[in-house]
Structures are given as C-alpha cells and as structure tokens.
C-alpha cells in the first residue's frame, strides 16, 4: 500500500522518488491542478508521479464508495509529460479494482463524448486545460455528464492526503481505439453548411489542433488553420480563447484571409472563443446571448444558465422576453454550470470564459467548444444574410472588460475575497455610491458581483483553478466608463491588500 501523501519532498532526492508528493491546495473547486514542473523552472514540484499513483488509489476507492460501477474512461491532453502521468493513475486506478478504459491522446469533451458511446459512467481526464506549460491536472466524473463539486473535491482529498485508500482485486486495463473519429463524426453531424463560410481554426498549439479542424471541414466549412500543430512548447502563446493576445492573433487572421469567423479552442478543447467577420472579439458571454436569442426563438420558452461573470443584458434582453425565456445566474466554474444546467433541464449554459454547455438535441450537457463552434456555425446557417457582426450589433448596447487575473496566492485567496464581500456589503448597507451611482444589488453566490442603479456592475471572485483573484466589469453607458469601473472602483479597492499582486492583463 501507498504511504500518506506528503505535502512537500525536495526534487532530486531518493525521498522524491520513493514517497507521493500532493500539495493540498492542488484540489480545487471542482478539478484538481498541479505544478507539475519542467526543466529548468525554479518553482518546486507540487506533484510526483507517486502522488499522482495515489491520486489514482483514492479516486478508485471514491467511486466505490459512491456504489458506481467501477468502470473509468481515461485520457490525456498533449504536453510532454501528460501521458506519463496518464499511466502513473491508471496504475492507482487498478489498485483500486477500477477497470480502466484508455481511450489515448483525447480533448476533454471526447473523454466526455466516450462516456455516453461506451456506456461508462466515469472518467478522469488528464488535463491541465489553459494552464502553462508545467501544470498538470485531472477533470473527473462519476454521473454522466456531471463532473465532481466541491463535495466530491472535497471527499476525494481526505482520501488522498490521508492515506485512507483501499485496495482491491478486479482492476484491468484496455485501450480503447476509434474513439477521435466517433467523436469527431458525432460533432460534425450537429450542422450541415450549405452557406459557404470561410472560418479559421485557431488551437494555439494545443491538443484541439488534432479535432477541430477536420471536424470543421466535415460540418462543410473552409477551414483556414492557425496554429493547428501540435506542439507542446506552445511556441506562440497559451491556448487561452479568453486571453488577448490569442484573441488579436484570430483576429489578424480574419482580416488577412477575409473570414467569416476566427473560431479558437483552448488546451483541452472544452471552450470556444469568436472573433466576428470585423475582427472583433465577441466576449463568450455575448456570443451566448447571441445563441440564446437565435435558439429561443425555435425552443419557446426555454431555460438558459449564465454564470456570473455573464453580461447582466440576459436579464433584460427584450428577444429573451419575448420568446419566454428564462435565465438563471449562477456561479462560475464548468462544474457549477454544467450541474445547474441539468438540474434545471435548461436548454444551454453559457460561460463567460468560453465553457458552452448544450443538451439534448443540441448537445449531451457537458462543456464542448467544438460542439459550440457548430452552434455558431448553425446560427450564422439559420441567418443566411446576416454576417456575425451583424447578430452582434443587434444585441442591446454593454460595455464588458476582459477577465483580469491579479496573483493571489491559493492559501490566501478565499480571504481575500471574503473581506471583499464584506466590505462591499457594508458599503452597501450605509449608501455608498460606486462613480456616483447608488448599489441596486449584492449578488454572493460566487464572490461578490456589485450592480449598480443603472445596470453597470464590478465581480470579484477566487480563481477556481489557479492563484489568482477574477476581476470583470461591465458598463451599459460607454467604453470609458468601463474602465473607470475597474480603474477607480476595482483596482485601487484591492490594492489595499498586500496579497494581491500584478494582474495578467488589465484594461
């Protein structure tokens, strides 16, 4: 039997190759993210392959626990080292009398898609989604198509850091071939273009260069790729869909070629980020709104999820109203949004950091950025003589910051946003005014989202898988006015804290 985790050995050392090393903070909210490591970093593994063993061990004994067949769908996303710790897992797994189904190389949502085609009811994907290059992760599930929450985090790392495993006889291993081109022909089929659509297909690198553009060019589209091969040094950039700098490449290139549509995907390929025909970049939020607009209209009365970093103009869209839909703000994270979206039996949840999350007949509920990009695709389709930037300027009028992520250190991070909210509440309660403007409301759900009489609100949140604090600011009135939210409200209320530190991109 394993020992007990540690939660930190030095590398280099016998003690780093004989003990497992899980750094606790590694569990999040709803997956599990490490430090890894690669050569010549400075920052110590959080990690070892041993830890990642009885990661293995203790999900295994988790599903049995749950009363869940103890059948698991595996796979891995493309870095360096993700295969190898694909194996050290599995090998946990089968200590734990899991039989595991390794479907190979995979994007996320195919880990999910293989789920349904082979009738398994978990799985565990190796992933560190849009983290750098050194991080490593796992999104697990054992009730198709939820993935865990924080209570299953949570049951999962007492397991683990206590070295409370059990083992048992019956653990098998079987590679399971085929399963990229089922998943590959099951997306495709969500749309047939008869409108010719030039579109490119931007993977910054990432496992999603190996999908999305054949599935793509099988849905009838003229794909132009950008950045399709697969390279796990990530020469250009993070393939991030939510991060500027991949969003001003997609756009460059739209203009270059003359695109309809930039459609981008993330590491693991779970989300989806659009750039319209102008070059311009549609914020996942709106593209949802968009989406919502065009989809009420043939599901009337629908349910939709926004999370709360979502633009506030789903509550008040009059196209939304007229076509009885309803939407519901609930807390970031695929998780969340995923488990509220079947909870509610909504048609679509939209996220504003590009998870998409369609049911049936659009999709099998969890987050696909390839099934979404067909959604796009479907829209502009069922709109044969509106160009996308023509939906886009057809939504009400909302000004959104892009998603800033100032360091805060994962031990600190959730006090941090604590005291936020209870300042904000405080501030609230005695008649504060934000730029001059009374607060209508105090939404806690996850962190604090501050809206103000007309609309414009400011989020803080915790970062669900990263050290970092989330920061978004939306203005119904003007651009400048957006930024002064952030720049005159935001930053200078969390400077007051010494654990808050330089933000990846700020407006």
Known sequence: MLPAPRASLAPNTAEFESFPLVKPTGFREYDARWWFGIPGAEKPPELNLLGVQA????????????????RIVVGHDFRFYSQSIKQALTLGLMQAGMEVNDIGLALSPTAYFAQFALDIPCVAMVTASHNENGWTGVKMGANKPLTFGPEEMGALKEIVLGGKFKERAGGGYNRIEGVRERYIADVASRVKLKRPLKVIAACGNGTAGAFAPEALRRMGAEVIDLHTALDWTFPHYNANPEDSEMLHDMAAAVKKHGADVALGFDGDGDRCGV?????????????GLMLARDLSAEFKNATFIADVKSTGLYAVDPVLKANGAKVDYWKTGHSYIKRRTTELGALAGFEKSGHFFFREPLGLGYDDGIVAAAAVLAMLERNPGKKLSELKKALPKSYTSLTMSPHCDDEKKYGVVEQVVADYRKFA??????????????????????????GAWVLVRASS???ELVVVVE?????????????QEVKPRLARFAEVGAYNQEI
Do not use: C, Q
């Not at 990661?55 to 103890?70: I, W």
């Not at 750039?275 to 970049?281: C, K, L, T």
């Open 465 to 467: 898988n990263k050290p």
């Open 429 to 454: 309660a005695e008649g504060g005014k934000i730029l001059g403007r009374a607060i209508r409301d105090v939404n806690t759900v996850n962190g604090v989202r501050v809206t103000l009489e007309d």
């Open 55 to 70: 990661l293995g061990l203790g999900l295994g004994t988790l599903v049995h626990e749950f009363g869940v067949a103890p």
């Open 475 to 487: 203005s119904m009135t003007s651009d400048d006015d957006m930024k002064a939210l952030f720049r």
């Open 275 to 287: 750039v319209d025909d102008e070059g311009e970049e549609i914020f996942a939020d709106k593209v």
